[in-house]
């Protein structure tokens, strides 16, 4: 990884941010001059990760966990990933951050200041499952383009804020309201003001959703700052695209929201399934809804070895979107006989569940654990992969460990 080639003035204005202090007499540095300090920035001290976790692209961050990273029932910020589609927004100030609601469909256009927000409406907290569409991309074939998630790009940590419903109600929704859409303070990468680097957004039952947010505090401290702070919207079990970070506008739409990576293959899949490689028009692309079944071994690392007799105690979790997984598996023969373990409920609606298993190997030699969910309406994750669709998004496929038994 070239680190120079990204040394600019957003990753000095951050930088200066997340240190807490000001260069003095920057305003003489020489056009284009790196400090020394910010010449070789590190991302898992910028951003308080852990060492294991990889960067997949530096301009702009994506740093993705490793399946055993995620162990924690509630995922600390040290392993959750990070999905940016542009510059992390310079110099925040908090005590100015504001959230305007408007749009056609809103009643009238009113301005929270954050506080305002904290003192007008009741908080809520809630664990919630945010998945990156494009979590398992790397497994696609042919390959799709974009940053190749392998599977971390997934976290479940606990989220406390306001009802985005609360607030909408407030200002007031007309009836011809049909989607709501994000705006925020980030910086496209072409630096061009007028340009966004994503607006999404979701349909008004989503976004009335009691467990949808608006939300100033990640597991019970303020948002780490790559990931959102001081205010971020927060839809559990939708694509976390959804999810709008740094943000500071809500518009209330009569139309599907047309904002920033709304349409083309953005975020959307073939309506119906297709042969890998097809060429798809647009209006038989649909945009992701609820994410698919799925579920992840966290314990034990692949590659762990066992002494023959003994058991191999295994635990992970699932999710499936707006749905409850009802039923998991594991399976030691490459998905020939599955073996039911137990899955706990969840937490609170849209969190992921945990589920545990000791297992039992027949003689020495390699082993892989594959783990299999099943959600409240029979559908269960695939074996190996989905279908194909241009941007490699919602691979589901079942997770696997390796093992050997001597
Ligand atoms: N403003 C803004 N919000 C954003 C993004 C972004 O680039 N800018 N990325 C989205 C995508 S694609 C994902 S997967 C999640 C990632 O959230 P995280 O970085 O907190 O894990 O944030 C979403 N919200
Ligand atoms: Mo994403």
């Keep these: 990884m070239k680190r120079r080639r990204f040394m600019n003035r957003a990753v000095l204005g951050s930088a200066t941010t997340i240190l807490g202090t000001d260069i003095v007499f920057s305003s003489f540095m020489p056009k284009g001059y790196q400090p020394l300090i910010l010449q070789d920035p590190n991302p898992f001290e910028m951003f308080n990760k852990d060492k294991g976790m990889e960067v997949l692209n530096d301009k702009p961050w994506n740093i993705e966990a490793k399946a055993h990273l995620l162990d924690d029932k509630i995922t600390p910020n040290k392993y959750m990933f990070i999905r940016n589609n542009g510059l992390i927004p310079e110099n925040i100030d908090a005590s100015s951050w504001t959230l305007t609601i408007d749009g056609e469909s809103a009643k009238q256009q009113k301005t929270f200041t954050l506080s305002e927000l904290k003192s007008n409406f009741p908080q809520y907290t809630y664990q919630l499952t945010l998945e990156c569409g494009g979590n398992g991309r790397s497994e696609f074939d042919p390959p799709a383009k974009g940053n190749q998630w392998t599977v971390g790009a997934v976290s479940c940590a606990t989220w406390t804020g306001v009802r ?28 061009d003001p007028d340009k966004e680097s994503i607006s999404r957004g979701a349909p008004i039952p989503k976004a009335l959703q009691n467990e949808t947010l608006l939300a100033f505090k990640m597991n019970g401290e303020d948002i780490p700052i790559a990931h959102g702070y001081p205010l971020r919207l927060v839809a559990g079990g939708w694509p976390a695209s959804v999810s709008g970070k740094w943000v500071n506008r809500i518009s209330v739409r009569n139309k599907i929201h047309d904002g920033e990576k709304m349409t083309g293959t953005s975020y959307r899949v073939p309506c119906n399934p297709i042969a890998p490689g097809e060429k798809v028009k647009d209006e038989d692309m649909c945009i992701i809804e609820s994410m698919p ?81 099943t959600d409240s309406k029979g559908v269960s994750q695939p074996m190996l992969l989905p279908g194909w669709n241009p941007k490699g998004y919602l691979n589901n496929a079942c997770h696997r460990i390796a093992i050997k038994v001597g």
């Design 164 to 191: 985005l419903r609360d607030v909408l109600e407030t200002v007031g929704i007309k009836d011809d309201a049909i989607y709501i859409g994000y705006h925020a303070a980030d910086v496209h990468l072409s630096r």
């Design 293 to 373: 079944v799925k579920s992840l071994i966290t314990y034990p690392k692949s590659g762990a070895t066992i002494k023959i007799g003994n058991q191999l105690n295994i635990r992970g979790h699932a999710w499936a979107g707006e749905l409850e997984v009802s039923k998991m598996e594991y399976s030691i023969d490459f998905g020939t006989t599955w073996t039911i373990c137990p899955i706990e409920k969840p937490f609170n609606p849209l969190a992921w569940q945990h589920f545990s298993a000791a297992v039992d190997f027949p003689k020495k030699g390699y082993y892989e654990v594959w783990a299999r969910a």
